[in-house]
């Protein structure tokens, strides 16, 4: 095997045509993920891509760069529709898991507790992906295809995630719930991103994460939080299960099933509200 | 936090200060050096493979693949392992458990050592142990208390724990006017310390020297030596620091025990260092266990009976039963008592002593049954102990040696806010509309002794070496134990060379049972005693010495000089006398122990209150524990500093307990799912916020010479209940199963 340590995007994708390498990032999935089984193939490195590092203004939106790890996020100067992401940010393991663990790790990982995936989604969010000498973006809904299965094909490369432009006014938050305070696997997270018409939701963007073996979106919550106002978000009774359809939990160490259920119909409701209000609701 | 003695101290002004930490430097520096630190040349690494089933036989190895990979040296399977000239199932001292060292092709817990790779390299070692892919003849796999399979505990030997039965128990229970009935669960929970297991082993001809991490060096010494067959002189321990404890170090375990004999076997030093996986099998855990505790109070709520029964899980071929019934035995003033033990085997590690055995379980279990009677009493928590206050010790009516209790939940009452707390449950909700509970509970801990010498040198310049192999596991032995001796001797702590942590010092007996600093610190308290009484003969007798003549006057020490007592105008330094004697050095020696006669006379323990609030989220039924306040009344304070961060550590553990640690058992394997920080839960910083403690003023003359009774276990006993009773006040739900899971309050 060998250690590849590439200082361009296109070298990068060169390498791994011809090696097939294991792609390294923040390794913060990486190294767990391997046991004690022995390294055999070659360690495609994206370390040293400076410019797979940052986030731009573009001018369809934001571009993110594949490497930019979650301590980058969270200090970024980014408009509110970007709380959610960046309270996800706070939450991804601790702050040293935040300082090597990258955007694109997480999405690649495709761990159904994945933080970063419900805010992306909400934000509508598309995945750059590149192969040598093509580039092409695929919706983060249908990148992230199963548990720790993602729509890469070999010698493919995530490049940056995009994520289109929102009125400055919209507003958005994430909510996680573990078993203890920080440094938690999810029993399930939601976020939310609203487009606000003066007090009412004009569009509303909901998911929920750690409750399917892929983050979901939950359009019949979505449709119906249309005009509602915070106060009216709040004395809704309780979110119908036909709102909660694209969710199947599963039952495991963290928590049954019809907890994560009970669990998400509330979450959801206090993300919005904790949108709306600038609630600081620090579960 | 006031010292409780009164100063000036005995012989000088040390212990009651709040030194800090005096090996933190090194330690935050990492010039520390743990056992694995330690890299003799020539080193073989050894990394045993862990069964994966929990019962059953191994039916092949693939030895032939492990040796062929580069760099493997040996594998050790059952089919070649060298003989041990001792009996792995015999236990060959106090601390001794049943171990596995290959003996046989048998599987009886997941995570038994069933082969052993020794490498040039850790990575070759680790490769060869993956290599042996090993298949199985699997047995189904018994992980659950099964009331049905249960039989009764023997008492006697190190862990079979004893119940007692005073007064009419039957006439207890048909006395009552009120009582209850519950049964309460506790969870398998693992020691898990920062520093794993591990050992670095070198063999010189039949003498072994010995990095490993023990809590009991020259009992170790002694039980290694019998697996080999040579004397316990033989064996040398290194052990500077260890990287916690907790009970699982002071047992001799069978990877240990495996790395030993591949030392001698290759005639090169051997390292092996478990794996945090790997902490979750052969190396003790808190069993589980089951209580049904039974109460009864009469129309004055004085309780009529406590009945207690404990069911505890052990292993399938050794006796280790925790004993949580115990904890009913010292606590509160009952017409009757009575606790019992029985054990169930399960294909599980044996169990252990873990961080106040017997004391935590059995508390959780006890502290809200006591809630529960004083809620059908319908009278408060704190009020229902105290009218229940044992004035001596229940059952015997042996005096205690003393006793603040009282004190504890006074003072800890009034800290927390404890008054104008509402009966019923449900009542207080916060800002947020965060249902808010409180709940207390009692914590009583034994003060046991253990037998500890120590050696005592002045030196001719003034200054003093101190030795004795005590250990510090975290708890700060090198600090305390040094203030203790430095008192002794009437010299500063920078004065005072404090030597520890090695077998070849005079006996520091066994750091456990929260009795380390009372008998290692009262060896050293007597070997001080001893240079100065020495010195005092020499000075009486010296006609140049300011205290020619004083005779049979008493001396005190004082910064380097000897005083006559109550005459300060007589002094002479250390110094002087040892010059003018000729002496280069001086020196003393000294031991303790506790006389059987006092054991007797009294009941000794120590004693707190802790008072708890949390918060649970009416929805998510997510709980934290906001608020603790912990009273403790542990005789003497030695180091106010190193006390708090102890039972601050307790408590936190009691926040463990309650409502995060549980080892998870796969039904079909047998294996444990979470066996990792990852799966295993315990809190991070940010679920511990307003802990507090305080310690009370007791003066005890009887448990030790230096009146210290410890405070390493205490903080956890009386904290789970606490929690445990705040989240019914909280939810008016009573979980009586731990750990307390959001689950479980949603679905109560
Ligand atoms: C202690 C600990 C706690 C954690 N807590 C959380 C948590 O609370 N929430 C959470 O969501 N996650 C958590 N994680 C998981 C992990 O930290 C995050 O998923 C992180 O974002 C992964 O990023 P990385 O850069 O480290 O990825 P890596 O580990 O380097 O890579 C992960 C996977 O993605 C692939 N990959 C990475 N970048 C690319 C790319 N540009 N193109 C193609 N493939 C790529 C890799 O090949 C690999 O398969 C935790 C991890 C640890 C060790």
Redesign the interface.
């Given at each position: 095997m060998s250690y590849l340590t590439p200082k361009s995007t296109e070298e990068a994708l060169a390498l791994l045509g011809q090696a097939g390498a294991d792609v390294l990032a923040g390794g913060t999935d990486f190294f767990p993920s391997r046991g004690?089984?022995?390294q055999t193939r070659s360690i495609l490195d994206l370390g040293q891509i400076d410019s797979l590092r940052g986030i731009e203004k573009t001018a369809r939106g934001w571009r993110i760069g594949a490497m930019t790890t979650w301590s980058q996020i969270q200090r970024a100067d980014l408009p509110p529709a970007f709380d959610a992401l960046k309270r996800a940010a706070r939450e991804v393991g601790s702050v040293q898991i935040q300082n090597r663990g990258t955007i694109a790790g997480n999405l690649c990982n495709a761990s159904p507790a994945a933080d970063g995936v419900p805010p992306l989604l909400a934000l509508n969010a598309e995945v750059e992906i590149g192969s040598p000498g093509a580039t092409r973006r695929v919706a983060l809904s249908d990148f992230v295809t199963g548990v720790r299965r993602v729509a890469l094909s070999p010698g493919e490369l995530v490049l940056a995630v995009h994520v289109p432009s929102l009125p400055d006014d919209a507003v958005s938050h994430f909510l996680k719930?573990g078993?203890?305070?920080?440094?938690?696997?999810s029993i399930a997270m939601t976020a939310a991103v609203l487009e606000l018409d003066g007090p009412r939701i004009a569009t509303a963007r909901v998911a929920v994460g750690a409750c399917s073996p892929v983050a979901q979106r939950l359009p019949g919550l979505e449709a119906a939080l249309v005009g509602l106002t915070a106060a009216e978000v709040a004395a809704l009774p309780v979110v119908p299960e036909t709102h909660l359809a694209p969710l199947a939990p599963i039952a495991d160490?963290r928590?049954?099933a019809?907890?994560r259920m009970?669990?998400v119909a509330?979450?959801c409701r206090r993300t919005v509200i904790a949108a709306m209000t600038g609630g600081t609701?620090d579960? | 936090m006031p010292d409780t003695l009164a100063h000036p101290v005995r012989f000088g002004s040390n212990a009651g200060q709040p030194v800090t930490r005096r090996d933190g430097i090194a330690k935050v520096t990492g010039t520390a050096t743990f056992t694995a630190d330690n890299s003799p040349e020539n080193l073989l690494h050894a990394v045993y493979v862990p069964a994966t089933i929990a019962r059953g036989r191994v039916t092949h190895l693939d030895v032939a693949a492990a040796e062929a990979h580069p760099g493997v040296t040996m594998v050790m399977t059952p089919g070649n392992r060298p003989a041990l000239q001792g009996d792995p199932s015999a236990k060959p001292t106090m601390f001794s458990f049943r171990i596995e060292v290959l003996q046989d092709d048998s599987v009886r817990y997941a995570g038994q050592p069933i082969a052993l790779v020794l490498g040039e390299t850790l990575e070759a070692a680790t490769e060869g142990a993956r290599l042996l892919n090993p298949r199985y003849a699997a047995e189904p796999a018994r992980t659950r208390i099964d009331d049905d399979e249960a039989a009764p505990v023997e008492p006697g030997g190190f862990g079979r724990p004893a119940g007692v039965e005073h007064g009419d128990v039957a006439a207890g229970h048909a006395a009552a006017t009120k009582a209850i009935d519950v049964t309460y669960e506790t969870s398998a929970q693992y020691h898990n310390a920062m520093e794993t297991h591990a050992v670095v082993a070198q063999w010189e001809g039949d003498k072994l020297s010995l990095d490993v991490p023990s809590q009991a060096l020259l009992m170790s010494c002694a039980g290694y030596a019998y697996f080999f067959g040579i004397p316990a002189e033989n064996v040398t321990i290194r052990a500077p620091y260890l990287g916690g404890g907790f009970g699982s170090k002071a047992i001799p375990t069978g990877p240990q025990v495996l790395a030993i004999l591949a030392a001698k076997e290759t005639g090169r030093p051997v390292k092996l260092m478990l794996t945090r996986q790997q902490m979750f099998g052969p190396v003790g855990h808190r069993g589980a266990t089951r209580q049904r505790l039974r109460l009864g109070i009469d129309d004055g709520a004085a309780l009529t009976v406590i009945d207690h029964e404990g069911l505890a899980a052990t292993s399938s071929f050794d006796d280790f039963v925790e004993p949580a019934a115990n904890a009913s035995q010292g606590l509160y003033a009952a017409g009757a008592l009575r606790s019992a033990h029985r054990a169930v085997r399960l294909d599980v590690g044996t169990p252990g002593p873990m961080r106040a055995p017997g004391e935590a379980s059995g508390s959780a279990a006890l502290e809200c049954a006591m809630d529960e009677m004083a809620e059908a009493a319908g009278i408060d928590p704190l009020e229902f102990r105290l009218r229940n206050y044992a004035e001596t010790e229940p059952g015997t009516g042996k005096p205690y040696s003393s006793k603040a209790l009282r004190e504890c939940y006074m003072q800890g009452a009034e800290r927390f806010g404890w008054s104008g707390r509402p009966l019923l449950p449900r009542q207080m909700k916060d800002e947020n509309g965060l249902l808010t509970g409180w709940g207390m509970g009692t914590a009583l801990f034994p003060c046991p002794m253990f037998a500890a010498d120590a050696r005592a040198t002045l030196r001719s310049d003034g200054s003093a070496l101190v030795e004795t192999s005590a250990i510090d596991m975290g708890q700060g032995a090198w600090t305390a134990l040094a203030q203790i001796a430095a008192d002794s001797l009437g010299l500063p702590l920078d004065m005072v060379e404090f030597r520890a942590g090695h077998s070849s010092l005079p006996d520091g007996g066994v750091a456990g049972g929260s009795g380390h600093t009372a008998t290692a610190g009262g060896a050293l308290h007597a070997a001080g005693g001893d240079v100065i009484r020495q010195l005092g003969e020499i000075a009486a007798a010296d006609p140049e010495s300011p205290l020619h003549g004083a005779g049979n006057a008493a001396f005190s020490a004082r910064d380097g000089r000897l005083y006559v007592d109550g005459d300060d105008s007589r002094s002479d330094s250390f110094a002087d006398i040892l010059a003018r004697a000729g002496s280069a050095e001086l020196v003393g020696n000294g031991s303790a122990s506790r006389a059987p006669e006092d054991a007797e006379k009294f009941s000794m323990h120590s004693h707190g209150a802790v008072f708890a609030e949390v918060k649970v989220d009416p929805d998510l039924c997510q709980v934290r524990v906001t608020r603790m306040v912990g009273a403790f009344a542990a005789g003497r304070i030695i180091n106010p500093k190193l006390a708090e961060s102890q039972l601050l550590g307790g408590m936190i553990w009691g926040i463990s307990f309650a409502l995060h640690e549980e080892a998870k058992h796969d039904p079909r394997t047998g294996r444990i799912v979470n066996a990792d920080f990852a799966g295993y839960h315990v809190p991070v910083n940010a679920d511990v916020t307003g802990l507090e403690v305080l310690t009370v003023h007791e003066d005890d003359p009887y448990v030790n010479a230096l009146g210290i009774k410890g405070v390493g276990e205490i903080g956890i006993v009386g904290s789970v209940g606490a929690i445990a009773n705040a989240i019914w006040h909280a939810t008016g739900h009573r979980i009586r199963r731990f750990p307390i899971r959001i689950e479980d309050l949603l679905t109560a």
């Open positions: 004690t089984r022995p719930l078993s203890r305070r920080y440094l938690v696997i160490v928590g049954s019809a907890y009970r669990a509330d979450l609701t579960e | -």
